[in-house]
C-alpha cells in the first residue's frame, strides 16, 4: 500500500551499566511507487521508445501532411533516430508494441483506480492553489513550498498530462489505423487527415513530457530515482 | 483536507521500524520483482526478434480481423471532395503498364467455384454497376480521394458458384503481383471489381483492364491489372508485400 512509513533504526551500543539502549531512528521512509505502478512504468518506458522511434520511420515513408500529389515535405527524420529499418520493419515493430503499450497503460489505469491510489497523481481543483507557488519556486527561484504528498500540485499536473497524452496516442493512433472500423474517432479529430496531425503532435507533446520528466530525474538525485525501482523512498521530503 | 488525516492515522498505524539491514534487503526484493521487465529485452536479440516481431504482426492482424465488421461502411465523399484524376498517385511495386492485350484479356477463374474458366470482361460488367467515391489509403500514409466503378466481388462470387464458406480469395496479376483476401472482406458490399475511374475505362496504369478496390484495406492489397481469381481454403502465396514484411489482413 503506498503511503506506508517505515523508520530505519540503528541498534545501540549497551549503557556501560550494561543496559539495552533503545534503538535510534536514522531515516524515514514511504513506500510511494507500488508494484504494479513500478512495473508499467519500466515496461512503458521500453514500449514508448519503441513506439516513438518506429512511429518516426513510419513518418519517414511519407513525412507530409498534405496531398501525395505534389508532395510537400515536412522535415527528413534522420535514419539514425528510428527504428525499423524500412517502413514495413518500423510497422512490425510499431504493431507490436503498441499491444504491449495499451496492455500496461490498460493495467496502471485499473490499477489506479480500483487501488484508490490515483490520488497519489490525479491532479485536480485542490491542487490549483498549489500551482502558482511551485512554478515561482521552478522557474523564478521563488521559496520552496513545503511538500505534504508525494507529488507536487505540478509533479501531479505533469503526470496527470501525461495520462491523458497517453490515451489521446492511442486513440490517435486506432483513428489513422482503422479509419474505417474506427471511423468516429477520424470524425471527431476532424478527418482523416487531422488524426494524422494529431497522432504526430501528440507524440511531440509525450517527447516533451519525457525531457522535463528526465531533467527532473536528473536534478531531484538518486534517493529519488531508486524509488521507482524499489518504491520505497527514502528520507521523504513530507 | 479529510483525506489527510486518514493518511496520517494509516501513517501510524503501518509505522514499522527496521535496521538497515533488513532495510536493504526489502529494496532489493522490491527491484527483483521487476524482473519480467527483462524479458523485453528478448526482441533485442537478433535470433528472436525476427520471430517475436512476426508473432506481434500476426496478433494485430488476428485483432483486425475481430475489429472488422461487414456492415460497416467505408466513409463516402461527395463528387466536390474527389482529387482529379490526375492527381491519383500512380504506385506499383514494378512497371505501370504490363502490357495486358486487352482485346483478349480474360480473367481465369478457379478453385471452389462451381463454374471455373475465362470469364470475359463484358461479363464482369454485365453485373450490376456500383460507383462509389471513397478514400484510398497508402501504407506509407498518404491518401487520395477518388470515383471508383465497377461489379461488387460478392455479385462475382455469387455468379461464378464461388463456395463462400471458403477462407480465401486470392488473385495473379499481370504484373507478377499477387494478393489474398479474407472471405469477409472479399463480401462486403465496398469491395469492388473495378473496371472504371472517374466513370471512365480503367487506364493501363490504373490497372486495366480490371482490378480490386477495397475501401476497407490499405492500398497494395488493391492488386491491379487482374489475371487469375482463385477461391480457396488453403493460401499457396500470401502477397508480394506480405512477403516482404508488411501485415497481411490489414483492414482499415
Known sequence: ?238 | MKNEGGKNNDRNRNDRQVDEKKFRQIGRRELLKLTPVLALGAFAIPKLQEGLLKKGLGFSDWASARMFRSGQLAPTFENADLAPLQKFPINGYDVDDPGVDLEHWTLTVSGAVQKPGEYKLAQVQSLPRYRQNTRHICVEGWDVIGRFGGARLSDFLNAIGADTSARYVTVNCADDYYESLDMATALHPQTLLCYEMYEQPLTREHGAPLRLQIPTKVGYKQAKYLTDLKVTNVLERVGYWEDQGYSWFYGL
Open chain 1, 1 to 238: 500500500m503506498s503511503g506506508t512509513v517505515i523508520e530505519i533504526i540503528q541498534a545501540q551500543p549497551k549503557t556501560a551499566e550494561g543496559e539495552e539502549a533503545p534503538p535510534v531512528v536514522v531515516a524515514r521512509a514511504v513506500y510511494e511507487h507500488p508494484f504494479i505502478v513500478r512495473l508499467c512504468h519500466w515496461i512503458n518506458s521500453v514500449a514508448l521508445f519503441v513506439m516513438v522511434g518506429s512511429g518516426l520511420q513510419i513518418f519517414r515513408a511519407f513525412p507530409s501532411f498534405g496531398a501525395k500529389i505534389p508532395q510537400k515535405d515536412l522535415l527528413h527524420w534522420p535514419k539514425a533516430f528510428a527504428i525499423g529499418g524500412w517502413l514495413g520493419g518500423a510497422l512490425q515493430w510499431h504493431l507490436t508494441f503498441m499491444w504491449i503499450y495499451i496492455a500496461t497503460g490498460l493495467l496502471y489505469v485499473c490499477y489506479q483506480l480500483f487501488s484508490g491510489n490515483y490520488r497519489q497523481v490525479l491532479f485536480t481543483h485542490r491542487d490549483i492553489p498549489g500551482v502558482w507557488p511551485m512554478v515561482k519556486h521552478y522557474f523564478f527561484f521563488g521559496p520552496k513550498p513545503p511538500l505534504r504528498e508525494a507529488y507536487n500540485p505540478l509533479q501531479k499536473q505533469a503526470y496527470t498530462t501525461a495520462i491523458v497524452l497517453g490515451v489521446l496516442s492511442v486513440l490517435t493512433g486506432f483513428a489513422v489505423w482503422k479509419p474505417v472500423q474506427f471511423s468516429w474517432l477520424g470524425w471527431l479529430m476532424g478527418g482523416f487527415h487531422w488524426a494524422r496531425i494529431w497522432h504526430f503532435a501528440v507524440m511531440w507533446a509525450i517527447l516533451g513530457f519525457m525531457l522535463g520528466h528526465l531533467v527532473m530525474v536528473v536534478l531531484h538525485g538518486w534517493n529519488n530515482f531508486v524509488s521507482m525501482l524499489t518504491g520505497w523512498k527514502k528520507d521523504p521530503e513530507y
